[in-house]
């Protein structure tokens, strides 16, 4: 063959029976790599389709919180008790308010029908209060305040009566004590019925009150009950 191109294969050609390397086109190369290439035996230690997942899943977190350090005031030390402030806030949201309940109920009745006397439901109290189980230990000693009352005559017996009402009532007819009445009956609904937890403290306020009540006299000239308002 005469001129360049021809001068060039024939150089290949003598190569390639020298036993000298072929030239191989560019996709056919290619191709045979990636045949190579796609052998089980290259891949043994890939990782597998959830470990890529989680290692796309923490770049992702890392982005993130690259980003959010460069944006917060300090860098990343800011960010860091940024975080700590917003854990220790609902934290203390947690304690305060107690565990949430999934669902809410309806108000039901205070005493529910039951026959149980004052001195039953003082029992009670006491013994969840002694077992530190201050959440019954409140909603008893609240059902034995009501229930003196009734037995007192300063309420007329109603098993369909709520705490607010017996407060409202009994408010009415005591007003030294419609405050600390209205607050007894609104941590019994919260115990009850907010999914909030009682403490010692709220158990011993709400016996301090019932103690009150019974002290107090009628005044049959008034028509309510003095005594002091603690």
């Not at 923490?58 to 959010?68: E, K, M, Q, S, T």
């Not at 409140?138 to 017996?166: C, I, Y």
Request: with cysteine.
């Amino acid at each position: 063959m005469t001129g360049p191109g021809g001068t060039t294969a024939a150089v290949r050609l003598i190569r390639a029976g020298e036993d000298i390397p072929v030239d191989t086109p560019r996709v056919p190369a290619r191709e045979a790599a990636q045949d190579e290439l796609s052998d089980p035996r290259y891949h043994e230690h890939d990782p597998n389709l959830l470990e890529r997942g989680l290692d796309r899943f923490w770049d992702w977190v890392g982005d993130l919180f690259a980003g959010a350090a460069g944006a917060a005031p300090g860098g990343p030390l800011g960010l860091v008790v940024l975080v700590l402030a917003v854990a220790g806030l609902g934290a203390a949201l947690w304690w305060r308010l107690g565990t949430p309940r999934r669902t809410l109920r309806a108000p039901q009745t205070l005493l529910g029908g039951t026959t149980r006397s004052t001195a039953d439901h003082r029992a009670a109290a006491a013994a969840h209060a002694e077992a530190r189980r201050w959440t019954e230990a409140v909603q008893e000693r609240m059902r034995a305040l009501v229930r003196s009352l009734e037995d007192r005559t300063v309420l007329d017996p109603r098993p369909g009566r709520t705490a607010d009402e017996a407060a409202a009532e009994a408010g009415r007819l005591m007003p030294a004590h419609s405050a600390r009445l209205r607050a007894a009956a609104r941590v019994f609904d919260d115990v009850t019925y907010g999914g909030r937890t009682a403490d010692e403290a709220a158990y011993l306020t709400l016996c301090t009150l019932d103690l009150d009540l019974e002290a107090a006299k009628p005044s049959l000239t008034t028509g309510t009950i003095h005594g002091t308002a603690g």
